[in-house]
C-alpha cells in the first residue's frame, strides 16, 4: 500500500502516531489529496493533540496554510510559519467562525475531524464548518466514527446484532408461494400481493448511537433528492450538499457538491 510523502515513507516511524491505528485513513489522504497536495491549500484540522499530525502536513503540503484546533495548547515547533494553532472545542460556532475568518476567509480546501469522536459534538462541528466554511469541491474527513460503538464513550454503546428472520406473515407467504397455489388461484395472488405489500417489513433494527447516529444521518443527507422529490419526498426539492461520500472501517470522506446544491 503506498503511503503519502514528499518521498515514499521509510519507515512506520514517519508516520503521525494518531493515523497508526488504520494506515488506510493515510491511503484516502493520498488519494483525495494527493493529486492537489502541492497547491495553495487552506487546511483545517480539529484535535491535534501534540502535533505529530500537523508536522506530518507541515512537511507533506508544501505550500499549504495549516491550522489545528484542540482544547489544549499544541507544544509543537512549526519551522515554516505556515502552522498556526488555537485553542478551544470544536462545537464553539464563534470559534469557529473566527479562525475560519482568520485563516481561510475564503473557504477552507481540507477539513478533518480527529477531535472528540463524541456524535453530537461532531455533528454541531460539522455542518457548521461544511455550510459556512468549506469551499465548494472541498474535502471533509471524519475519523473514528467507529466510537459509537465502543461503550467507554459517553455517547458509544455494545452493538447488540438483529437476527434476520423472517416474521410470521412472511413466512406465511414463503409457504404459499412453495406450494404452488398462488399461481393457480388469482383471488389468492391478489390477496399475497396486497399482504407483501402492504405487511413489508419497514423499518430494521440499527445501532444509532453515537458517531454511528451521526454517520447514518450523513447518509440521509446523500439521499437529499429522493427525500424532497416533488412527487413522492417532502420539502423543497433539492440536490444533495454532498457531490460524493465514502464509507470506511473508522474513516468518512465527503466531498462538498462544486454549486453547494440548494
Known sequence: MSLPGTARMK???????????????????EKYIGPIRTQPLKFLELGVARGDSLKYWESWLPNAE???????????????GRVRCYVGEQQDKALLDRVAAERAPKGFDVIIDDAAHVGQLARICFWHLFENHLKPGGFYFIEDWGT???PQYPDGKHY????????PHERLLDRLHKSGAVQTIYPLRKLTGWIRWNLVRRRFGGHDRGMVGFVKELIDECGAEDMTHPDFGTGTPRRS??????????????????????
Open 11 to 29: 519507515s512506520v516511524d514517519e508516520i503521525p502516531i494518531d493515523k497508526l491505528g488504520l494506515l488506510h485513513y493515510l491511503s484516502n489522504y
Open 66 to 80: 495549516i491550522t489545528g484546533l484542540d482544547i489544549t495548547q499544541c507544544p509543537a515547533h512549526f519551522e515554516s
Open 148 to 150: 459509537g460503538y465502543w
Open 160 to 167: 447488540s446484532p438483529k437476527p434476520v428472520a423472517l416474521s
Open 241 to 262: 450538499r454532498f457531490d460524493w461520500m465514502r464509507i470506511s472501517l473508522g474513516h468518512v470522506v465527503i466531498r462538498k457538491a462544486d454549486d453547494g446544491a440548494a
